[in-house]
């Protein structure tokens, strides 16, 4: 069960590896992805849709956007082999292509 599974607004800010989606109620939410997802995010003020996992610490709420399903379970694979964290799965997403 995922808390928040999907993302979609207009893009606020773009970072090397974040971007802001702002909502239609407003809320900016920073979603982390990989160089793959970061591609087919288009410029500030497009429209995007975005697949997420979130991620919850004791000490920080962690969101992850994926622009297709197979990312997305390709990266929860990657996060449950032992000492492979998000970071590290985003790279290792960013390195390679998936096709569906």
Request: proline share 2%.
């Amino acid at each position: 069960c995922a808390m928040i599974a999907l993302v979609a607004g207009d893009v606020a800010m773009r970072g090397d590896d974040s971007v802001v989606i702002e909502t239609a109620s407003g809320v900016g939410y920073r979603v982390a992805v990989s160089a793959q997802t970061l591609a087919s995010v288009p410029g500030v003020g497009g429209e995007v849709s975005l697949l997420t996992h979130l991620i919850v610490r004791d000490d920080a709420l962690s969101l992850y956007g994926f622009s297709t399903e197979l990312e997305r379970q390709l990266f929860g694979m990657l996060i449950g082999v032992q000492s492979v964290g998000p970071k590290m799965a985003l790279a290792a997403l960013s390195g390679g292509t998936t096709t569906d």
